[in-house]
């Protein structure tokens, strides 16, 4: 098994953020400055075509870190970020700009599922010795309660596969944004942790009817839908309950005024 191996560390405002590596794979590590021995892991997956540190997702990571004294982690996904692209990725990526310059709504879906697919069974393997190894760190250990905090399209896409076999996760939030298929429903109906999930109402790449079966699939006895106006590149998270994983996971951070 791989071990961590840090390769940079800075700290601001309270957050202390450690880039890694994991064998092939990159990741960061943010944690609280004053120390965050055994508290709760939150693991943050990116969208499509983005990265481990991409703006919406750091933020984030440092509101989870100072407001609940969460430790958070992301990683790139397989062909996005600082990991280089397979000729499968570059081919599948170049497949779609045609597709979507052509304006074929049918071939979009289909190379989306087929490379989503794809993605997600390199990548949950991935995420799982990403847990092992940083399970081995004295700082957090065995004991961290473990919660998937989102990420909308590519990030949930790699998420329910993963929470649906990964019994250390107990809590996860999950967002819209990409096609959803039938080994994904197949996935989502052996979740049984609490769920959130947030869904862009107007999304022009993802049909409504199949994002609301995704969410009638999950098993959980708590579940619940967070659905606001926007589309794809515009997905607001009003209304979310944002002590949802505070609540199901502990915090040692205090919680907002």
Not at 43 to 51: A, C, F, I, K, S
Not at 104 to 109: C, G, L, P, Q, S
Not at 123 to 146: H, M, N, R, S
């Amino acid at each position: 098994m791989h071990s961590v191996h840090f390769t940079a560390e800075t700290s601001s405002n309270g957050v202390v953020e450690r880039d890694f590596t994991l064998g092939e794979v990159p990741g960061v590590l943010w944690s609280p400055a004053s120390g965050s021995d055994h508290a709760p892991l939150v693991l943050m997956g990116h969208g499509g075509g983005l990265h481990k540190k991409t703006p919406a997702l750091a933020a984030r990571a440092h509101d989870t870190v100072t407001t609940w004294g969460f430790t958070v982690v992301a990683v790139d996904a397989p062909g996005h970020g600082d990991r280089p692209r397979t000729a499968q990725d570059e081919q599948a990526r170049a497949d779609l700009r045609q597709a979507m310059a052509a304006g074929d709504a049918e071939r979009i879906k289909s190379i989306s599922v087929r490379y989503g697919a794809a993605l997600a069974q390199r990548a949950v393997p991935e995420w799982q010795a990403t847990l092992d190894a940083l399970q081995a760190l004295p700082e957090i250990g065995t004991e961290a309660p473990i919660g998937y905090g989102g990420g909308i399209s590519l990030g949930t896409a790699i998420g329910i596969p993963l929470t649906a076999i990964e019994p250390r996760i107990t809590a996860a939030l999950f967002g819209g944004g990409f096609v959803v298929h039938q080994a994904l429903i197949e996935a989502a109906r052996r979740i049984t942790v609490p769920v959130q999930f947030l869904l862009p109402w107007d999304d022009e790449n993802v049909d409504r009817q199949s994002a609301l079966a995704l969410f009638d699939a999950f098993a959980s006895k708590e579940k619940t839908l967070h659905a606001n106006p926007g589309d794809h590149r515009n997905i607001r998270w009003i209304g979310v309950d944002n002590a949802f994983l505070a609540r199901h996971l502990g915090h040692v951070g205090a919680s907002p005024a």
